[in-house]
């Protein structure tokens, strides 16, 4: 039997006037970034859910742990299966100090079926130039389970990987942490790059400021200079310019998603007058297995027969006349057609070559 997904319109019905976010919701300071730090790391307590004895360089990363606590091991003297290899990965705040802790982030490398239980030992972690940052340890916390037994396998979400709260202890300065005492101007950069965003941009930092402070240089960067009164305290600075609304000008967008039938259009798409006729030819193959049974003392054997049917339907396509410029006419038309995901893409893709859809369309 033939199913499709109900469609499902999540329209984003905005107002004709530009969208107002705050200047930290679109944008950062250049230079005021997160830092991520990674190393490889061995979880041990495990339920002989660990690595397996095929991996050997789970058995040479325990052993060597245990040879740097004066313990003499061969690696041909561990067999257990409670350690596993992972890697572990942090980010880390712009503004961090020695002795501040983040959570991490840790993930199997190798054949462990569960990290349950596990508990991170001492792990070196490490910046972009190689730069001991941080180390990590604790127990990790799991959201998901597996078990088999007999040939019986449950399993839940993904239990070769967690995290570790607080697991990162830092232990070196941000050498690369911007000197705000000395600036005197700061670069402003959009998220989502667009010469009228960084127009606005600019425009309402100086009315908020009262003077010809903020310049857009391109697309995505603002040159913002810092008044004279305001240098040396640029947390007071930051959080004035974060403060400023801007008016948002967005690319008219459709994003659809064909799997689960969503389509979100933004409140800019604009909708010229089209007519629209829709139809489909849908074949179905039915295949029915049949025995056949030869007569009494007929000497003949019993066989197998497989049947096939085809039915063919077609619908009737509908001409439908969609006018107005508003979102909610291309809506109610396409519902109305009784239009299936599967046919909404090849639809929108056709009214956009039209020309009657002056928008972007996006399919995850």
């Known amino acids: 039997m033939l199913r499709s997904l109900p469609l499902l319109f999540l329209g984003l019905f905005f107002a004709t006037d530009a969208l107002a976010a705050r200047a930290k919701d679109v944008g950062r300071f250049f230079g005021v970034r997160e830092n991520t730090l990674t190393g490889p790391g061995l979880v041990v307590g495990l339920r002989r859910t660990g690595d397996s004895s095929r991996n050997l360089a789970t058995l040479r990363s325990l052993v060597s742990r245990l040879q740097g606590q004066g313990l003499s091991l061969g690696i041909d003297d561990v ?16 503004d961090y100090r020695p002795g501040d802790r983040v959570d991490v982030t840790v993930a199997s490398t190798a054949d462990a079926s569960s990290l349950e239980g596990g508990i991170l030992v001492w792990t070196p972690m490490f910046d972009q130039g190689n730069q001991l940052v941080a180390v990590a340890e604790g127990p990790l916390i799991v959201g998901g389970f597996a078990a088999d037994a007999a040939g019986n ?15 990162a202890l830092i232990e070196r300065e941000n050498h690369r942490a911007v000197d705000y005492a000395s600036l005197e101007a700061i670069d402003f950069v959009l998220d989502k790059p667009d010469f009228a965003t960084s127009d606005a941009l600019a425009t309402a930092v ?74 489909g030819l849908t074949v179905q193959v039915r295949r029915v297995n049949q025995l056949s049974q030869p007569a009494p003392l007929s ?8 049947n096939s049917q085809i039915e063919a339907e077609e619908k009737e396509g509908q001409l439908v006349l969609v006018e107005g410029a508003q979102i909610g006419d291309l809506v109610a038309a396409l519902n109305t057609m009784g239009v299936k995901p599967r046919d909404l893409v090849v639809i929108l893709q056709a009214i ?13």
């Open 206 to 279: 100086n009315e908020a400021f009262g003077s010809e402070i903020a310049a857009p240089l391109t697309a995505s960067t603002v040159r913002i200079q810092i008044p004279e009164e305001l240098r040396g305290r640029f947390p007071t600075f930051a959080s004035r310019v974060e403060a400023v609304e801007v008016e948002l000008d967005a690319p008219a967008r459709v994003v659809i998603s064909e799997r689960t039938g969503t389509v979100v259009m933004g409140g800019n798409v604009q909708i010229s007058p089209v007519a629209v006729a829709h139809g």
């Open 352 to 364: 956009r070559e039209a020309g009657a859809l002056q928008a972007e369309i996006v399919a995850l």
């Open 299 to 306: 000497l003949g054997t019993t066989a197998s027969v497989s």
């Open 153 to 167: 396998a449950i399993r839940k979400n993904s239990p070769t990987a967690g995290i570790v709260p607080g697991g």
């Open 79 to 94: 067999t257990s299966r409670n350690a596993a290899m992972v890697m572990v990965r942090a980010t880390l705040p712009p």
